[in-house]
């Protein structure tokens, strides 16, 4: 990166550890941790629809709707998100190459499962074989968004559609009351007071999503733990930077990470809640009115 | 307008099809230096990278360079990920089931033994290796306790704080690595020969990308640039073709 560390064998201190640490390879970490908190900014919204949609899906008066609103918030819980993680990416990846196998080679004869091996036309790779390696990492990372949305979705379905639950039926009534429409109703009235009976579900969530993102690794998305792995680990003369075994270090960066970013979180989350409290008919927000806040 | 947009959207699918040309993706561990290793600057580095590109060149084809966990470095392959391993991978029987091997590209190499002091025993103590290894075959089928780690670094680590005994890997792995220790590590017991010698795995019904890569190492083997090119990273003492 500059100058003086071109040859980084004949370096010391502090000149050493400002050279070894903006290597191409730490900026790799660095970069990791913008992509660990992109996921997290792309994924919660996400989580968030699925969830919402989940959660209407589940109140729904149609037999239907309200199957796959249970069923989505049933199947996603009751699985371990590892084995999710595992399965569902890998059948995704297979069901997208195999559609577009089926498009582009209807002429192909070869068998596409064979064993344990599942091979489509080179046309029909997703993406091409051909593409640029950052075109893989990107289609890795929505394959991680999406997994996450759809895992992450389910708790959240569950968290929104007891808050929906909780919102006093009394509030309800009136508004039915003024003559609003069932539609109106939900509109205006269920969904902005049931943000804060939402909230502590909702910021455990978010809590555990953040703790969540070292599983990117699983998706062959090169994440921070995966770099603070491969960093630590020590390196032989073979390396422009040698050193003993340093992982101790890093993983303990990695810890002052996820705290900061936590409490971070947590501060916020407060925030939101007081802010949400105002005006409702809890005891938070009737404590609030008698404060004079 | 409906219809325009299918249209389109089906000409864009056919296209890709036909700009579509051979770029083989290579699967590599990155953490088995000097065979592979992940370069300071963030890149895939060492004898295979060397070797890969040149056979690459040899054998005309685009080649981009992947890496995986070398725990499911071979259920990637098979579902598609990247075209072949190049990972030091051992050509062995056990693996010739599920996969096809090249002909090696170093010979068969000796295992080693490695631990605090010279007296460990290997034969009844705790030994270190790393998962799905030939290595770890053969401590599991011999008398001694075996401990598996994910990487090969944490097996080494393991052996430092006492985990274990004694690491049982590569003897070009661990060469570097007790050479630069201090005194710390050194070789105990007898070295083992196993394995047939380091290959490329491919898909079994990749048979023709298997006949170029063949082929590439042949020529590589008959002009000498490839024992030139295992004394560069394993040492002059290194055994060549």
């Keep these: ?293 | 307008m409906k219809k325009l947009l299918t249209a389109t959207a089906l000409v864009a699918l056919m296209a890709g099809g036909a700009s579509a040309q051979q770029t083989v993706r290579m699967g590599t561990e990155g953490a088995y230096p000097p065979f592979n290793f992940i370069n300071d600057s963030g890149e895939v580095d060492g004898f295979e990278r060397e070797l890969g590109d040149e056979l690459c060149a040899r054998a005309e084809l685009t080649c981009e360079w992947v890496t995986t966990d070398w725990d499911s470095i071979i259920p990637n392959l098979q579902s598609g990920n990247y075209d072949t391993i190049i990972a030091g991978m051992n050509i062995n029987e056990e693996r010739s089931k599920i996969i096809s091997f090249t002909q090696n590209y170093t010979p068969p190499a000796p295992s080693a033994y490695v631990g605090l002091t010279p007296d460990v025993d290997v034969e009844g103590g705790v030994i270190a290796a790393q998962v799905n290894t030939i290595q770890s075959g053969h401590i599991a089928s011999a008398g001694a306790t075996l401990l598996e780690f994910a990487t090969p670094d944490e097996t080494v680590a393991a052996v430092r704080n006492g985990e274990a005994d004694a690491v049982f890997a590569d003897k070009d792995y661990l060469a570097p690595i007790v050479a630069e220790s201090g005194d710390a590590l050194v070789f105990v017991g007898e070295d083992v020969v196993l394995g047939a010698g380091v290959g490329m795995g491919l898909r079994q019904s990749d048979t023709e990308l298997r006949g170029k890569f063949d082929a590439a190492i042949t020529s590589m083997k008959e002009d000498g640039t490839l024992n030139t090119l295992i004394k560069k990273w394993f040492g002059d003492d290194a055994d060549v073709f």
């Design chain 1, 1 to 293: 990166m500059f100058e003086i560390c071109a040859d980084p064998k004949s370096l010391e201190g502090l000149t050493w550890l400002s050279c070894y640490l903006t290597s191409g390879k730490h900026m790799n970490m660095y970069w990791a941790f913008g992509t660990v908190l992109l996921l997290l900014a792309v994924t919660a919204p996400i989580a968030m629809l699925f969830g919402f949609f989940g959660a209407m899906a589940a109140r729904s008066q149609f037999f239907v709707l309200r199957l796959i609103g249970k069923g989505y918030t049933g199947m996603v819980r009751g699985v371990p998100d590892i084995v999710f993680f595992l399965f569902f990416v890998i059948a995704l990846d297979q069901g997208i190459e195999y559609l577009m196998h089926l498009v582009r080679c209807p002429d192909w004869t070869d068998p596409v499962r064979n064993g344990l091996e599942f091979r489509v036309c080179p046309q029909a790779k997703v993406p091409l074989n051909s593409a640029p390696q950052t075109v893989h990492q990107f289609y890795g990372f929505m394959l991680a968004v999406l997994t996450f949305a759809l895992v992450f979705g389910a708790f959240a379905a569950n968290v929104l559609y007891g808050a929906m639950q909780a919102v006093p039926r009394a509030q309800l009534e009136t508004a039915e009351a003024y003559g609003l429409s069932q539609s109106q109703v939900f509109r205006r009235v269920l969904v902005p007071q049931m943000w804060v009976y939402a909230l502590p579900g909702l910021s455990n969530l978010w809590l555990i999503l953040i703790k969540a993102t070292p599983l990117l690794f699983l998706l062959g998305v090169q994440d921070i733990v995966y770099w603070a792995r491969e960093l630590g680990s020590a390196k032989t003369q073979a390396f422009d930077y040698p050193h003993p075994d340093w992982r101790l270090y890093y993983f303990l960066a990695l810890l002052v990470f996820y705290l900061a970013f936590t409490r971070v979180s947590e501060i916020v989350l407060n925030r939101i809640s007081a802010r949400l409290s105002k005006g409702q008919a809890t005891a938070a927000g009737e404590a609030m009115r008698k404060a004079g806040i």
